[in-house]
Every structure is written in structure tokens, then in C-alpha cells.
């Protein structure tokens, strides 16, 4: 792409595959011999499931066209995806690259600058098949796998739980409407060229190779969402299982106090001495201060949450 080109979306359903993000490795974040194909994306952040339930839509610009500053792309290129949603009565709200609908991430964005071109990638969630994604992760025990299930539940949503499915000249039309209100285009449509798509299938193998990250993306755990993370931790003698919510400890598990509540921390200020005193019930004084240490080096926040 070159500064005077024009802007270009390219849109479609994929076949179902893992996308890992560009520091993450497959042997570490997945299951041994993963039965769906694994590709690898030129950007950050974590793996994502893609599949036909979704339609995806990247926008490719030259980057004069962009705003200025990347931390302003998502705003602007995500301006039609919400205009769909809206029309189709789901109350959408963009928070920071995210789209949440009731207090669930309903989209995910990613952005890059590749070249001379910026490009910012999100998707239609139209279903979400929570169970397929999750047993394809890399987990260190049932129970973990388990929550992982619950805890998507309560983190992600689709449009499938909100309103009728879109048919997909439908969900096309009304991007393409909000498109040229968002951004005063006239459109032009278009199939990859035989040429595009030798170009795109040679790119392919490139996106494959594993990455030689020693640890994972979230250590000893998974982002479920931008505020929510689920981890887990082996000791020599026990384990620990923490999912945290912005800056606090909604749910928690050890093996040394198989009694204690799951949701004993979930008002308590993430501390030493204060989740020490949450755990004196079930511990005693040594035990207590030796698993609120394990559970708060376990537990994974989000760093900007306040």
C-alpha cells in the first residue's frame, strides 16, 4: 500500500482456526497436537478463536489517512461496527479497542502499522462456542478448565444471546451504510484477484511458525477480557486458582483449605496482611501467611485498573 491508495476492508467468515498473537507460544498456550489449525498474526495481545460464526472485517489504510496517534485508531475504525450493533437495538459502548454490550465484551480489536499502511482488525461475534475454544487451551488441571468455561460465560456474550442472527447481505449492507456516513466513502466492491490470492496463501506459512516464548502470554494463566484473568499455580505441596476482576480477587481455591469459600476475597484490598486475615479461618496463622503470598503471586492484574 502506498500514501496516495485508497483505504481498503477486507471482509469475510473464516474457516475455524486458532490466531495466537505474535509473542505467544503455541506449545505453552494450547493442547498437544491442537485439532484445529493454528496460525500466528503480525500483532500483540492473546489467542483468539475465529470460525464462521463471525465475520471479520480489517481495515487497511494508507496512514496519512489515520488519525495521528494509534491509541485513536480504534475509535475511528470501529466507528461503523457500532453503528451495526446499534441498529440492530444492542446498546453498544467502545472501551478502550473492546466493545461491550451488559457488562461483557461482545468485541475485540487489534491494530498495526505494517508497512505504509495502519490496519485495525475486529469481527461480528454473531455465536461464540465457549466450549470448543476453551478445551483447546492449555490447562493445568480440570478444574481450572472448568472455571475457564464459567468464567467466559460471565466475561464474553454474543450477538446470538442478544438478538436474532443478522443474515450476512444484511450485516454487509448496513457496515457498508455506516461506513460512508463514519468515514464519506463511496464503495467499490470487489473479490481477491487470483493474484491476491496467491499473494494472501504464500503469506500463510509465514504465520505458522512457533514462536520460542518461554513463558506464557499471562503467566500461569489466560485474559479472559481486558479487566478479568484466570490463573493457576503448582507448588510442591498444593495449588492455588485466582480469577481477579479489575484490582480485586472475585474467585479463589487452594488445595490446603479445600473449606474455604470461593468468594472470600472478593471485597478485600489485595494485600499480604489483608487476605493473611481472610485466610486465618481455615489456616493456621503460618499457613495463612505463607497462601495469601502463593495467591497474590498467582493472581494477575490488570496493571492499568485503579
Known sequence: MQPDDLPVVVWGRPDAHLCLGQHQSAALELIPDCDVPVVRRPLGGGGVWLDRNQACAVLIAPLGTLPNRTVDWYAYALEPLLQVYREAGLPVSLADQDVWLHGRKLAGSGAATIGQAGLVGTSFLLRFPIEQFARRIATPSAGFQQWLVEALRTALTSWSEHAPLPDSAWLSMVYRR???????????????????????????????????????????????????????????????????????????????????????????????ESVSQNLLPYLNPVQAGEWALRLLETAHFNPEST
Open 178 to 272: 455506516a461506513a460512508n456516513q463514519a468515514f464519506g466513502w463511496r464503495w467499490h466492491q470487489s473479490l481477491l484477484t487470483e493474484a491476491e490470492c496467491a499473494a494472501r496463501d504464500g503469506w500463510r506459512d509465514e504465520l505458522i511458525p512457533e514462536h520460542d516464548s518461554s513463558t506464557r502470554l499471562v503467566p500461569h494463566g489466560i485474559k479472559l477480557n481486558a479487566s478479568s484473568f484466570l490463573t493457576e499455580r503448582h507448588y510442591d505441596n498444593g495449588w492455588v486458582r485466582v480469577l481477579t476482576q479489575g484490582r480485586h480477587i472475585t474467585r479463589v481455591a487452594l488445595s490446603a483449605a479445600t473449606a474455604l469459600p470461593e468468594t472470600c476475597l472478593h471485597a478485600v484490598e489485595p494485600g499480604v
